[in-house]
């Protein structure tokens, strides 16, 4: 079946400018998840959605990140007044039920280029 | 706070020749351990997922391995379509993963 997926798969933009990323999950999973991976870094973690219950948003490093999920599906990462250290690969991914030890599959990401 | 350390950072092999990536983990509960591959421009792959000391798993040329500090990915005979970064991920409770930095394997013909 499909994956989940992302687009756009790049993002050029200017420093100041808002960003909006979309994710598509896979169907059926209830639980979508954000990551940001960044030049020479880990995998980050930005925020959770698990069903209709509030969204874990302790990863989002400032409030010019924000994150909505409409339906129960659909996802869209929102950056405003991008500044350069944003610039990374933003990816998203989801699971079936959100339990803990769960398998998270990911999408292709969107790079995300500030200039 | 949980934490994951890979290595080595990179590590380059002939083809043919087996070796283990090392991935060391302090957790407060671990609730599972997840191995990705991933490709350049690509989204990370899901490979096995390992939840208890002692399991193992295998696919492939690939075999993880998991104790209560620590997980090995082994690769045997590798070949060059075997080149890529490989992830490694804890769950402790929180749902969220915490990754390590990740191993970039390059086989050589």
């Known amino acids: 079946g499909a994956g989940v997926s992302q687009s756009p798969s790049n993002k050029v933009t200017e420093k100041g400018k808002d960003v909006e990323l979309r994710c598509d999950p896979i169907?059926?999973?209830?639980?979508l998840y954000w990551y940001r991976q960044s030049l020479g870094q880990g995998l980050e973690f930005l925020i959770y959605?698990?069903?209709?219950?509030?969204?874990?948003k302790s990863g989002l490093p400032s409030d010019r990140f924000s994150a909505e999920r409409t339906g129960g599906s659909v996802s869209t990462l929102t950056i405003q007044r991008t500044q350069q250290e944003d610039s990374a690969v933003y990816l998203c991914?989801?699971?079936?039920?959100?339990?803990?030890?769960?398998?998270?599959?990911f999408g292709p990401g969107t790079r995300l280029l500030v200039l | 706070e949980d934490q994951v350390t890979q290595s080595p950072e990179a590590l380059r092999l002939q083809e043919g020749e087996s070796s283990s990536l090392n991935c060391s983990y302090t957790?407060?509960?671990?609730?599972?351990l997840f191995w990705y591959r991933q490709d350049p421009g690509k989204g990370p792959e899901f490979l096995f997922t390992?939840?208890?000391a002692g399991e193992e798993k295998e696919k492939e040329r690939l075999k993880a391995t998991l104790t209560k500090k620590e997980s090995f990915l082994h690769i045997t005979a590798p070949k060059p379509e075997d080149s890529a970064t490989y992830l490694c991920?804890?769950?402790?409770?929180?749902?969220?993963?915490?990754f390590g930095k990740g191993t970039r394997l390059s086989v050589i013909a």
């Open positions: 991914a989801s699971s079936l039920a959100g339990r803990q030890g769960e398998t998270q599959y």
């Open positions: 390992l939840y208890s």
């Open positions: 991920a804890v769950c402790s409770g929180n749902t969220p993963l915490v």
């Open positions: 169907s059926g999973h209830t639980a």
């Open positions: 959605f698990q069903g209709n219950s509030a969204p874990d």
């Open positions: 957790v407060s509960g671990l609730r599972g």
